[in-house]
């Protein structure tokens, strides 16, 4: 698959007055497979700490980071972005007055937010949809509305997009906060050894510091950390949930635990629900890596039929590590692509069943199809973990754009059948047989009924916004590359 990632968030808080810019460093280092763009710190009283690429490449500076921006209170981002150009301005986390505000999401009616708070010139390469929202909530907390969870009530009235928020104060108050749909993944947990409470996009930022998950942050609920402790108050309340399917087959890591689901078995469950949909005969069973693997195994299991790595990253390259999705630009996600190396041995004159978590584009599901067919595969069947996505996201997943999606280009946009739609990808990415999930058995494999799940970028129905977007192009939301 080829997409990119929304962004990672993290808020710790120290009770013991211990230092906190270790534990949140370690878990962004946990959280890189959300943003590879950029990433950032923030304590109260300084200006945010923001670097370009992945933490792993800073930790020449790290000793200096941890001792410059000592604090026993601290939020950090990775990012990856959905609007807004990708410069170092738009990297988080950002600060706004006595507000520092770090967002894993996407406001789609950025333009009509801006004009409440004057930012008329607002435009893609000079701002960012969290720096519109950020400037929202301290008009909204200066107004009339003083208190967090009131102005959270009125900003989530305002905004048609979603957010998992983290914010910290110039007198060390830690928040966070999930917006009511649920859209994006947000968890707490408590490192013992430091008495800190710790929020983060996901929990394999809690277990990279050794801290115990201890539940998600509900949908709707604000999170306060300070000197008293940990406060959970709801400023919203909506049902059904929204949580987006997509974290369950791509975004989030295999090692995480989502709404009390492991993401790892939810994949391999997907495997084998695909299988009892798709009994096809094969000499070998293989996935696009990394995602897609619990899934591939979980059919091979399923089908009896032999699991091997057929394709591996070239990880000593310069963008080995890098997951294509989450790159900003097309030329850097083929770069990745064009390092993802067939084993011929397994390959050469075998049925070859492909198991990928997702087709968004198809440009990187031709450039495997085409190694493979170069390392002498019989056939080639590929699996799709998850729907036909042909409809732009607007709640933290980048692709935006409807010309961008090859399940609705292939057809010119045009309704057809699912037989028709899978004939006409495997044409256009040059496999013998293209099959998708459907959204009853994703929703089964997953293990969250079908109505508390988002399903938008398939379905188009966009009723969890509660208005449809104003459909756009790359350009419009992210500005000139």
């Not at 200066?142 to 208190?147: A, V």
Request: proline share 5%.
């Amino acid at each position: 698959m080829e997409a990119r990632e929304n962004c990672g968030v993290v808020a710790a808080y120290s009770l013991a007055g211990r230092n906190v810019v270790p534990i949140v460093i370690e878990c962004l280092r946990a959280l890189q497979h959300r943003g590879q763009e950029s990433w950032g710190i923030a304590v109260p009283r300084m200006k945010p700490y923001k670097r370009y690429g992945l933490v792993s490449k800073a930790t020449s500076s790290f000793s200096k980071v941890i001792a410059r921006y000592a604090s026993n209170a601290a939020i950090g981002h990775v990012r990856y972005s959905t609007i807004g150009k990708s410069n170092l301005s738009n990297a988080q986390p950002l600060k706004v007055r006595d507000l520092c505000i770090a967002h894993n999401g996407t406001i789609s009616n950025f333009e009509e937010l801006a004009s409440m708070t004057g930012l008329c010139s607002f435009t893609p390469q000079n701002m960012s949809d969290t720096l519109v929202a950020a400037r929202r909530l301290v008009d909204l907390l200066n107004g009339k509305k003083k208190d967090m969870p009131s102005a959270l009530d009125i900003l989530r009235r305002e905004i048609v997009g979603s957010f998992a928020f983290t914010f910290i104060t110039n007198d060390g108050k830690v928040y966070a906060a999930r917006d009511p749909k649920g859209f994006r993944p947000l968890v707490l947990g408590y490192h013992k050894d430091s008495s800190t409470y710790i929020v983060a996009s996901e929990s394999c930022a809690l277990d990279a510091v050794n801290a115990e998950l201890i539940r998600d942050v509900e949908p709707g609920e604000l999170i306060t950390l300070d000197d008293s402790g940990l406060n959970g108050e709801m400023f919203a309340v909506e049902r059904p949930h929204a949580h987006c399917a997509f974290e369950y087959t791509y975004f989030a890591h295999p090692s995480s635990i989502m709404e009390g689901i492991s993401i790892y078995l939810a994949r391999k469950r997907i495997g084998k629900v695909l299988a009892r949909k798709y009994r096809l005969e094969a000499d070998v069973v293989i996935p696009v890596p990394d995602s897609a693997r619990p899934a591939a195994l979980g059919y091979a299991e399923e089908m009896g039929i032999p699991f091997e790595e057929g394709l591996m990253k070239d990880r000593y390259s310069r963008k080995g590590p890098i997951r294509s999705f989450i790159e900003p630009y097309q030329h850097d996600r083929m770069e990745i692509v064009r390092r993802i190396i067939p084993i011929r041995s397994v390959i050469e004159g075998k049925d070859v069943i492909v198991i990928d978590d997702s087709i968004v584009r198809g440009t990187s599901s031709i450039s495997i199809v085409n190694a493979l067919r170069g390392a002498g595969a019989r056939s080639i069947k590929m699996l799709v973990c998850y729907p036909p996505i042909r409809f732009p996201c607007y709640a933290g997943i980048d692709f935006p754009s409807q010309e961008e999606l090859i399940a609705y280009t292939v057809n010119n946009g045009k309704e057809c059948g699912e037989d028709e739609l899978s004939m006409m990808v495997a044409k256009a990415i040059g496999v013998d047989f293209v099959g998708y999930n459907d959204m009853d058995r994703l929703a089964d494999a997953i293990g969250l009924p079908k109505e508390e799940l988002c399903f938008t970028c398939h379905t188009g129905n966009y009723e969890n916004l509660k208005i449809k977007p104003l459909f756009r192009s790359r350009q419009q939301l992210k500005g000139s590359e």
